[in-house]
T-cell receptor
Framework: DTGVSQDPRHKITKRGQNVTFRCDPISEHNRLYWYRQTLGQGPEFLTYFQNEAQLEKSRLLSDRFSAERPKGSFSTLEIQRTEQGDSAMYLC???????????FGPGTRLTVL | GNSVTQMEGPVTLSEEAFLTINCTYTATGYPSLFWYVQYPGEGLQLLLKATKADDKGSNKGFEATYRKETTSFHLEKGSVQVSDSAVYFCAPRGGGADGLTFGKGTHLIIQP
């Protein structure tokens, strides 16, 4: 499968724990995006990378969130001290350019108890 | 930042009916405009796009025209099928923001 992959697909954690998600983009794509989608809403932009550089962060990305893309390939999104409000689907997308199609992964569904 | 207003759903139609899903947006400058679709149990996928004023995007019988004067990008299809049942998202990109700005989505249900 040459699409965007995300791991894990589901994560259940207790409030206050840290979690980390991984995204593997399509191999030749230099841009990688993270979005969050809550039930009944559209995805909300969190941050994006061009190669290894994090170029934009939404105000939704609080200090408890951090994202990396160390070698310009896969990316990780970490949430520290999780809260129940962090429960959502976390989506990753990648693209080769700006107006080209963003290809989305299947998402990681986070449930914070 | 950008914002999007879409028709509230669910929208329920009979097979072969004409479909319009309204989308209006606000943005700084001239964004590119996208429609994404999410079929049941699947991830988001691009349906069509338009990158400048008066462009028409089309795919799978769906069309949408970039109307700068009304800041709209309404989705239309002449004859819907049961297989078109899905959630549809309008999303501008650009105009000061690099990520996509999604609407809340319109849940479309097509009955045979």
């Amino acid at each position: 499968d040459t699409g965007v992959s995300q791991d894990p697909r589901h994560k259940i954690t207790k409030r206050g724990q840290n979690v980390t998600f991984r995204c593997d983009p399509i191999s030749e794509h230099n841009r990688l995006y993270w979005y969050r989608q809550t039930l009944g809403q559209g995805p909300e932009f969190l941050t994006y990378f061009q190669n290894e550089a994090q170029l934009e962060k939404s105000r939704l990305l609080s200090d408890r969130f951090s994202a990396e893309r160390p070698k310009g390939s896969f990316s990780t999104l970490e949430i520290q001290r999780t809260e129940q409000g962090d429960s959502a689907m976390y989506l990753c997308a990648s693209t080769r350019g700006t107006d080209n199609e963003q290809f989305f992964g299947p998402g990681t569904r986070l449930t914070v108890l | 930042g950008n914002s999007v207003t879409q028709m509230e759903g669910p929208v329920t139609l009979s097979e072969e009916a004409f479909l319009t899903i309204n989308c209006t947006y606000t943005a700084t400058g001239y964004p590119s405009l996208f429609w994404y679709v999410q079929y049941p149990g699947e991830g988001l996928q691009l349906l069509l796009k338009a990158t400048k004023a008066d462009d028409k995007g089309s795919n799978k019988g769906f069309e949408a025209t970039y109307r700068k004067e009304t800041t709209s990008f309404h989705l239309e299809k002449g004859s819907v099928q049961v297989s078109d049942s899905a959630v549809y998202f309008c999303a501008p990109r650009g105009g000061g923001a690099d990520g996509l700005t999604f609407g809340k989505g319109t849940h479309l249900i097509i009955q045979p």
